[in-house]
């Protein structure tokens, strides 16, 4: 595999949380770079984050390791209990299993640029939302109590 031509790798915008829960993160944008490579164990996104835009709903996997690498801006990561505010350079990483949920909340008045990488096991992960009615695995989008959205 060669260089990948940044400007040739698709953007998507928004997220595929059902309404209400995709209010917050309606104008995040995502490029998947490790499509672009062709990487199938691993994940490498590159996410951009208009002030006032959430990474994601607040989460935790059940089979995928996290890890992100703040490129530019200032963000606050969110988790049970704890903000910490994050500026270029810093990291932060999420073990598979640990029901910590977690999300970047840009409440700044600039852009952010974050790196990610997680793992693959989307026949076996599960993700848990705690503070919304919503987990996301093998069987799509359900409520909490199974129930399809």
């Known amino acids: 595999m060669s260089k990948i031509d940044l400007a040739s ?3 998507h915008e928004g997220s595929g949380y059902p309404p ?13 770079l490790g499509d672009a490579a062709g990487l199938t164990h691993f994940g490498v996104n590159l996410l951009r ?6 990474s994601s709903l607040r989460h935790w996997h059940s089979a995928e390791d996290e890890f992100l690498w703040v490129l530019e801006g200032e963000l606050v990561l969110v988790t049970e209990g704890r903000e910490q505010v994050l500026r270029p350079g ?3 990483g999420f073990k598979a299993g640990v029901a910590d ?4 909340q840009n409440r700044s008045d600039r852009p952010a640029l974050v790196l990610e990488v997680g793992t693959r096991r989307p026949d076996e992960d ?3 939302y705690p503070d919304v009615d919503l987990i996301w695995g093998p069987a799509g989008r359900t409520h909490k109590d199974g129930t399809p959205y």
Do not use: E, K, M, N
Not at 49 to 54: C, E, H, I, N, R
Not at 101 to 104: I, T, V
């Open 9 to 11: 790798v698709p953007r």
């Open 20 to 32: 209400p829960y995709d209010a917050p993160c309606r104008h995040r944008v995502r490029q998947a």
């Open 49 to 54: 984050l208009p002030p006032g835009s959430w």
């Open 90 to 92: 810093d990291c932060a």
């Open 101 to 104: 949920g977690h999300h970047l």
């Open 126 to 128: 599960v993700t848990d």
